[in-house]
């Protein structure tokens, strides 16, 4: 319960961020990996997440540009 309530606090101060600095900066904000067969708090599978955040990434940018709804804000 403790780890989703974090969760929450972090994602609504991103979005506070993403829509202080929108006009400011180019601002590229991508989902998290989903799903996750381990826990966010195991980093015994640190490596693993990493190269799969990166093809992710390399994915995302190399695709069309998408915007989330209502923010103005880059996916």
Do not use: Q, W, Y
């Not at 780890?3 to 998290?32: C, K, Q, T």
Request: hydrophobic share 45%; charged share 25%.
């Amino acid at each position: 319960m403790a780890l989703h309530s974090l969760n929450l606090m972090i994602e609504s101060r991103l979005a506070a961020d993403v829509e202080r600095l929108r006009g400011e900066v180019e601002l590229h904000v991508l989902p998290h990996p989903c799903p996750l067969a381990v826990s966010p708090a195991d980093f015994s599978h640190g490596g693993e997440l990493i190269k799969r955040a990166r093809l992710t990434v390399r994915r995302r940018l190399a695709g069309p540009e998408r915007r989330i709804a209502g923010t103005g804000s880059v996916l």
